[in-house]
């Protein structure tokens, strides 16, 4: 079965720090672009980080630039999200996302979420 | 950053009508467009890629269409299982953004 499953949130002090991990199974993770994308209470989905197949380019939005940092071990088949300095309007539902699939240097045109964790849960409060 | 507006913000609509929501970007991004719901507690599921491709495994009563900043989700005959939350998203350019979201709910 394709899935992903989201870890380490929880309840961080304004300031603090987390790292969250998705772990990847029943497809080859090493070919896909993957992503965060999180969701304030009662509010939308906001894209967060990109990282593509070989961790060698990352992507973040402006809000998350210079204090989160996306990563990958495609040996482990996990994505990770450092998130430092953070805030209390970082609070949120995270979700890790599949991209769009890559071969070498070829990639497919579609670049879709098509597959989501669960989602997991970091507040920021003191 | 494109902006992503849909319309409405919220639906009330009965079993086995047809639904419509229109999504509009602020600039031409092509076909570079996809749309999802997301149904309470539960994490978004792709309904439609590239506007118009309907995702494996995903009732062929969903489509889209359009092209260039003006795009439209329908459902053609409205189950109850499809109360949700409906979201468009481009991925012309960086950032990836989403509209603010589509209320469906059940007259």
């Known amino acids: 079965e394709v899935q992903l499953v989201e870890s380490g949130g929880g309840l961080v002090p304004p300031g603090g720090s987390l790292r969250l991990s998705c772990a990847a199974s029943?497809?080859?993770?090493?070919?896909?672009?993957m992503h965060w994308v999180r969701q304030a209470p009662g509010k939308g989905l906001v894209w967060v980080s990109r990282i593509y197949t070989d961790g060698s380019r990352t992507n973040h939005a402006d809000s998350v630039r210079g204090r989160f940092t996306i990563s990958r071990d495609n040996a482990k088949n996990t994505l990770y999200l450092q998130m430092n300095s953070l805030r209390a309007d970082d609070t949120a539902v995270y979700y890790c996302a599949r991209g769009r699939n890559c071969s070498g240097a070829s990639c497919i045109y579609r670049d879709a979420f098509d597959i989501w964790g669960q989602g997991t849960v970091v507040t920021v409060s003191s | 950053d494109i902006q992503m507006t849909q319309s409405p913000s919220s639906l009330s609509a009965s079993v086995g009508d047809r639904v419509t929501i229109t999504c509009q970007a602020s600039q031409d991004i092509i076909n570079s467009l996809n749309w999802y719901h997301q149904k309470p507690g539960k994490a978004p599921k792709l309904l439609i890629y590239?506007?118009?491709n309907l995702e494996t495994g995903v009732p062929s009563r969903f489509s889209g269409s359009g092209s260039g900043t003006d795009f439209t989700f329908t459902i053609s005959s409205l189950q109850p299982e499809d109360i949700a939350i409906y979201y468009c998203q481009q991925y012309d350019s960086l950032p990836y953004t989403f509209g603010q979201g589509t209320k469906l709910v059940i007259k």
């Open positions: 029943g497809f080859t993770f090493s070919t896909y672009w």
């Open positions: 590239d506007a118009s």
